[in-house]
């Protein structure tokens, strides 16, 4: 959906782009955004989101990123009026870019449509299709068009020459000495596990995480190195570091700036459906991910990564949830509890011997 008054065919020269969460979605936007910049160097964008996402938005060149504090000055309908007043402030905007289309992002871009900035593109997030994917009865299960491609699609609408040439950050990357203290230089494999996602439907039982784990840590060209959050993410995590050898966890130890240079130096990244697979997308590292209740066809697959590397069994209820949100009407979880720990590790040991000479 666009809202177009111009008169004249040039593009927009400064643009807002909206994208406020989450963090996994960001990371979705960079093959767009750095196309646009990479094209079309004239244009000043400014990117709205909240503060997690600066350092990833920070690695295009050119992009202004201003922070939207949700939990404090910008919270609340009073809280998108003051957010809205902030970006005025920061430049004369000739257009803007829903890449989220929520209710704080439609009343803040129809503020802006109100004082006069009448160019905008709003992201089809192809519901309809979504819901016919996750539907129990007459399921179509069909490869939906993926979300990095549909925000390039809505910055086209906008007039942008946008392609897929993005490839990563970081071509060479030498490790902060904050990184090298803990792990030391790479003489083994270093294989990246993040176990742990947003929501329940999307996380591979713990238990048989820790089996993986137990394996790939007895060898000893293996280095295991745990990404995670806080609490009790950090807690179990630093509970498998402490049980087993070669394994270290880095949960809350480094900006995501220093994690993206450490990811980018692993061989293999072991995850969900997660914000830490387009972590591996951005720098090129290849990912093995486990899929549950939801499915590469909704288009949320890593940027750029080979198909065959998603790990997934199939059911006939599968999938049953674009974000992994909702209960398992079966009550057993079986697309995660029926996918065996020593497949995993044989997936892991297959990819990186292609790879690496270890």
């Not at 959906?1 to 020269?13: L, S, W």
């Not at 990811?263 to 990244?269: F, G």
Request: net charge positive; charged share 25%; hydrophobic share 40%.
């Amino acid at each position: 959906m666009v809202q177009n008054n111009r008169k004249d065919k040039t593009y927009p020269k400064k643009l807002l782009v909206i994208r406020l969460s989450a963090i996994g979605d960001v990371a979705m936007t960079v093959p767009a955004i750095w196309s646009l910049v990479t094209n079309h160097p004239d244009v000043q964008v400014t990117f709205v989101s909240q503060g997690f996402a600066r350092d990833i938005i920070n690695q295009i060149p050119g992009v202004l990123f201003v922070e939207a504090n949700t939990k404090g000055r910008h919270k609340g309908l009073l809280g998108i009026w003051k957010l809205f007043k902030d970006l005025k402030r920061v430049d004369k905007y000739e257009a803007i870019a829903d890449l989220h289309n929520v209710i704080r992002s439609k009343i803040l871009r129809n503020l802006f449509f109100l004082s006069g900035v009448t160019t905008i593109s709003v992201i089809d997030k192809g519901r309809k299709e979504k819901r016919k994917l996750v539907r129990l009865k007459n399921k179509q299960l069909v490869q939906l068009k993926d979300t990095p491609t549909r925000y390039m699609d809505s910055l086209r609408q906008l007039g942008y020459i946008i392609d897929d040439s993005f490839d990563y950050f970081f071509r060479e990357v030498r490790l902060p000495d904050e990184i090298t203290t803990l792990l030391g230089y790479k003489d083994k494999r270093w294989i990246g596990i993040a176990p742990f996602a947003k929501h329940k439907g999307k996380i591979y039982p713990l238990e048989k995480m820790e089996r993986v784990i137990e394996i790939l840590s007895q060898s000893k060209i293996n280095k295991i190195i745990l990404f995670g959050g806080g609490g009790e993410e950090q807690k179990k995590l630093s509970e498998w570091e402490s049980r087993f050898p070669n394994t270290v966890s880095v949960a809350r130890k480094y900006s995501i700036t220093n994690e993206l240079k450490l990811i980018s130096n692993l061989d293999v990244m072991l995850c969900m459906d997660s914000a830490n697979m387009h972590f591996a997308s951005l720098v090129n590292t290849p990912v093995i991910s486990i899929w549950g209740a939801t499915h590469p066809y909704a288009g949320f697959y890593g940027w750029k990564q080979n198909p065959k590397n998603a790990i997934q069994i199939d059911l006939t209820c599968r999938p049953c949830s674009i974000y992994g949100n909702k209960s398992c009407f079966r009550k057993d979880n079986a697309c995660l509890n029926r996918i065996e720990p020593e497949l995993i590790v044989d997936k892991i040991n297959t990819l990186i011997d292609k790879y690496n000479k270890f």
